[in-house]
């Protein structure tokens, strides 16, 4: 387990990858749930010029609601170690074309766009009235 919430290599991530977060407004938060950890979740939070990873833990269903992120991402553990080394987000659009990684709006359409998920999402394949989008 410790292997897929090592918090410095998601950090690393974040830190390589943090021009795929531009846009989003500070405080904007995304989470990455894994799929069999479900009372774990690493998130993002976004800060000026950086993006800030934590690890919640202590989840249930009942819990995981906007208090805790903006969007969340559910992906197969088995996935993490090719996640974590693509600064690009090639592997991961790949692994949401295949629906290897599931999205989930934990906030309204009108909140994501206001808070600048719009953008980052649409470099992600979905878009918000009609076309693809989050199927969630």
Sequence with gaps: MEEYFNIYQWQQWADNSKHM??????????????????????????????????????????????SHADIVFKLYPSDVEDILLDYDFKIFNELLEKQHIKLYNLIDY???????????LSRLGFYFGGSPYCGI
């Design 21 to 66: 977060f531009n846009g989003i407004v500070d405080g904007g938060r995304i989470g990455f749930l894994l799929d069999g950890f479900d009372d774990s979740m690493v998130l993002l939070t976004k800060g000026i010029n950086r993006v800030d990873v934590s690890l919640v833990e202590g989840l249930s269903d009942v819990t995981l609601n906007n």
């Design 110 to 120: 009108e909140e994501l766009d206001y808070n600048g998920f719009e953008h980052f």
